[in-house]
């Protein structure tokens, strides 16, 4: 089930993306090799050793710490289920990988709005708030919760 904390304590935030992949998930990925598929689909790149990718921008081979924030994001949240990782620098373009999650924490102050809404079905979303949780089953759902209940 994924998490959706709008409002957090920021102590209680991974919100340094980039450090926090850097520092930790780069080091767990390592022991399951899942995280080559996740890159491979979400950047549209493919790797040419274990460490080492094919840029989609200009062919240059680049490695794992220079793929985009977004992508860092995703794999914060599937490698560390039991924190709270920060959105706010992800693109919308991986809120659809984000949304199809069946586990993580992620803090999400606004409704990120996925580039293709049709590739995300049913969702198993639960929202954290001060007054307790809401289920969301659709997205469509959770943009109406995300209006009603955010500035």
Known sequence: MLHIYP?????????NNDREFETNTIKKMKAN???KDIIS???GIKF??????ISRIDSSPISIPD???GCKTLLNIIY???KIVSTVECGNNYSKYIYNLKDGKVY????MIPDNREEIGKTNIVIHTDSGTVKIENLNDLE?????NTE
Do not use: G, H
């Not at 409002?7 to 919100?15: A, Y």
């Open 48 to 53: 040419i050793t274990d460490d080492m990718l």
């Open 41 to 43: 689909k979400v950047e």
């Open 144 to 148: 109406r919760w995300y209006s009603e």
């Open 7 to 15: 409002n957090c304590k920021r102590e209680e935030i991974i919100s």
């Open 80 to 82: 560390n289920p039991d």
């Open 67 to 69: 793929i985009s924030t």
């Open 33 to 35: 090799q899942k995280y």
């Open 108 to 111: 999400m102050p606004f409704f």
